[in-house]
């Protein structure tokens, strides 16, 4: 599974961005994506993830409630629109994907196999 991300770029805070992740490759249906992020400094951290099969959602605190994951399983795409967006959401994005992964692993960066090369956001105050 190869990953391409796309979309970041320089906002100002309360903006909004949406992030691709395309897909090329063999995925199977128990297959999870994610989106992560990491800051200059900071672990590389969680953001949002969904599940191929059946579409099942899960976010992290602080994108609750202003990102929303979503996939189009016909064009292999994840997609993660983020609104409302502050000066600490600032990070280089990285859309991932595995295969087996459970709820109790599902917002663990360990879990992931495939990685895409990562997508800057800037969120200015």
């Known amino acids: 599974v190869q990953l391409q991300a796309s979309g970041g770029g320089l906002v100002q805070a309360g903006g909004s961005l949406r992030l691709s992740c395309a897909y090329s490759?063999?995925?199977?249906?128990?297959?999870?994506s994610g989106w992560f992020r990491q800051a200059p400094g900071k672990e590389r951290e969680f953001v949002a993830a969904i599940r191929w099969s059946g579409g099942s959602t899960y976010y992290a605190d602080s994108a609750r409630g202003r990102f929303t994951i979503s996939r189009d399983s016909a064009e292999k795409m994840v997609f993660l629109q983020m609104n409302n967006l502050r000066p600490e959401d600032t990070a280089v994005y990285y859309c991932?994907?595995?295969?087996?992964?459970?709820?109790?692993?599902?917002?663990?960066?360990?879990?992931?196999?495939?990685w895409g090369q990562g997508t800057q956001v800037t969120v200015s105050s």
């Open positions: 991932a994907a595995g295969s087996a992964i459970g709820l109790a692993t599902i917002k663990l960066r360990s879990a992931y196999k495939y």
């Open positions: 490759g063999r995925t199977y249906s128990s297959e999870a």
